[in-house]
């Protein structure tokens, strides 16, 4: 099979309606290598970097309520930081960049479920609005001059 580890995808391909932070940034703890009284936190078994998760809200309104809140996990030696708030909002658009998917099967559903993996996160950047139909966006050095 051609496809072996994680498939790189755009964020766009993610969450194409965007998507808000609504936890922490947490490093991930190994469980299975952590002891009473000594936590081990995770590392990447490709590059040996730190692991860090966020949770984040899908804004895509017809995802389920129960299926909003995903983990986006962040590769990366220090502990990232979200992005600044913007007033008026309750929670905080970001986004994700060299996002990879890895699929595996739940055990608690036996669904197929994904992992969802970033090298960083930032603010949103800014997008225009597509003009309405029929409207012309062209602008002359004339519009530019006056």
Known sequence: MAIQG??????EQVFPHGCYIVGEVEQVKDFTASTNGRTVYAKD?????PVWQVAV???????KAGQKTVSVKILAEVQPVPPASLPGLPFVPVEFDGMTVTP?????????AWSIRARTM???RA????????????TT???IAA
Do not use: C, H, W
């Not at 078994?45 to 970097?49: D, F, L, S």
């Open 127 to 138: 997008t225009t609005a597509p003009a309405a139909p029929g409207k012309n966006t062209t």
């Open 45 to 49: 078994k490709t590059t040996g970097e």
């Open 57 to 63: 809200m899908d804004a895509d309104p017809t995802v």
């Open 6 to 11: 994680p498939i790189p995808v755009s964020f």
């Open 104 to 112: 595996y099967v739940a055990q608690n559903t036996g669904r197929l």
């Open 122 to 124: 930032r603010a949103p």
């Open 141 to 143: 050095s004339k519009e």
